[in-house]
């Protein structure tokens, strides 16, 4: 990870996610932009949280090694997103509780906690803020763990739909391992799944390349799709 010395490329960041309406002036200009390339990663779990990250350019996953050696990846995130914004909350010697990787070149504006606690704490645009991506981020995770008895095929497809109304039709698909950990699925499962939906012709699929046919069908709100 790398500190991007760009002005005029930093401010074009806070202007299009319109930042400069929720940062007050004694906070904005602490946010320095940062680079990280694909692969690289921004946080490790039980390192110690010092910044306040917002995802402006580029793709996220977020995961975790649990004790028994289990690998949990619970999201894949886009701009805009706050990472640390759990953290803030906790005491100053909280550990990170989430691994954050790049899937592809991004940036991202950090903002070091100290500060936020020193300055933004009491800003009831800034809390208003905080709480909205809360927000945003529990009732992902409850739709997701809401879906956890039903079957592979359902929580595929109800992923793929989502995805189209965030990107349309064709997108690239993450790793297969790493989406198969956040859905809850072995491998093996979500592979055999994806080619059943080609072979109903609901997809199509070329290496990591997915475009969606038929919209209804992954929509649907029944376990499987006729």
Known sequence: MKIVNDEKKRNAFILMHQ???YLS???LPSMRLMELKAGEYLITQNSQATHLYC???GKLQIERYEINGEHVVFSFEQAFCVIGDLELFSAKDEMVFSTVQALVPSYLLALPL????QKALQDARFLTFICQQLSKKLYQSSLKHAQSPYSSEFKLRR?????TQQEGLSFQLEKR???AAMLGISTRQL????AHLVSIKAITLKS????VLDCECLSHIDNVCE
Do not use: M, P, Q
Request: net charge neutral; aromatic share 10%; charged share 30%.
């Open 19 to 21: 930042l400069d309406t």
């Open 25 to 27: 002036d004694a906070l």
């Open 55 to 57: 995802l402006v350019e």
């Open 114 to 117: 100290s500060i936020v606690r």
């Open 159 to 163: 992923y793929l739909f989502f995805k």
């Open 177 to 179: 391992d790493s989406l």
């Open 191 to 194: 592979n055999r799944t994806l």
């Open 208 to 211: 990591k390349s997915i475009t």
